[in-house]
């Protein structure tokens, strides 16, 4: 609970700490360029939508609790519930920094396009978040068709020289990942992490589990490194079908 002075002692840069709660909406927070977003320690639960979209804006989205729900899209509006999206920031944009953020039952949890990072640290980075499927998601029915013909965790498209490390991704522990053997490849039924025309990506130190494809790539996505990853009871560990990242 926050009081008149923890909004205060933050807007001045101090100390406290102010936060928003979200239940039942399509879309959490939307900024659409020039502001320099930053959203800290929010709850959102049964989003619809997204909880966090990002354009063109450096970002610092971080300790956030996101839980997406996922029906079937109404006819003629397909939507795709996500937790987190970002587009379009080059360094001289700053950063974007995803971090510690908590996102349950998205069909993509952190989808990010056109970011191009500056290869460093402490430039833009996916890190140290956790994302899963639970019993209430639809992948745990094991059935087809589901609402969405894919799940994916963390997805990059069209990005450059990013991090993404220390996550954990997992599907509910019942999900038998032999099913993806009803999809057309190169699009197993739940992904860890998706690596798409994505150049100079570092994929690292992340917990993939129960998954379809712990670590996707496809198109041109030269120069990654995929390092120090553990992965547990999927079905590829990294799948590269479709790939132009050499082998």
């Known amino acids: 609970t926050n009081s008149v002075q923890d909004i205060i002692n933050a807007i001045n840069n101090t100390s406290g700490t102010i936060t928003n709660l979200f239940n039942n909406w399509e879309m959490g927070v ?8 930053q959203v800290t320690g929010t709850t959102m639960t049964n989003m619809r939508e997204f909880g966090v979209y990002s354009a063109n804006n450096p970002a610092l989205l971080q300790n956030n609790t996101i839980t997406l729900s996922t029906p079937i899209p109404p006819v003629g509006f397909l939507f795709i519930p996500i937790g987190i999206e970002v587009n379009n920031v080059n360094p001289n944009a700053n950063y974007v920094q995803i971090t ?46 589901s609402p969405y013909n894919a799940y994916y965790g963390i997805t990059l498209y069209k990005c450059s020289n990013l991090f993404v490390d220390n996550n ?80």
């Open 30 to 37: 939307m900024a659409n360029s020039n502001v320099n977003l």
């Open 100 to 145: 510690g953020n908590s996102i349950t039952n998205p069909v993509i949890g952190i989808y990010c396009t056109n970011i191009v990072g500056n290869g460093t640290l402490t430039g833009s980075r996916i890190d140290h978040n956790i994302i899963n499927w639970n019993a209430s998601s639809p992948i745990s029915s094991n059935t087809f068709p």
């Open 168 to 247: 954990n991704i997992s599907a509910i522990a019942s999900y038998n990942p032999s099913i993806l053997n009803t999809l057309v490849p190169p699009y197993p039924y739940v992904s860890g992490v998706v690596v798409e025309n994505s150049v100079n990506t570092t994929v690292a130190l992340n917990t993939l589990t129960h998954l379809g494809s712990g670590i996707l790539m496809y198109d041109q996505s030269s120069n990654s490194q995929l390092t120090c990853n553990a992965m547990d009871n999927g079905y590829f560990g990294i799948n590269l079908t479709g790939s132009t990242f050499p082998y």
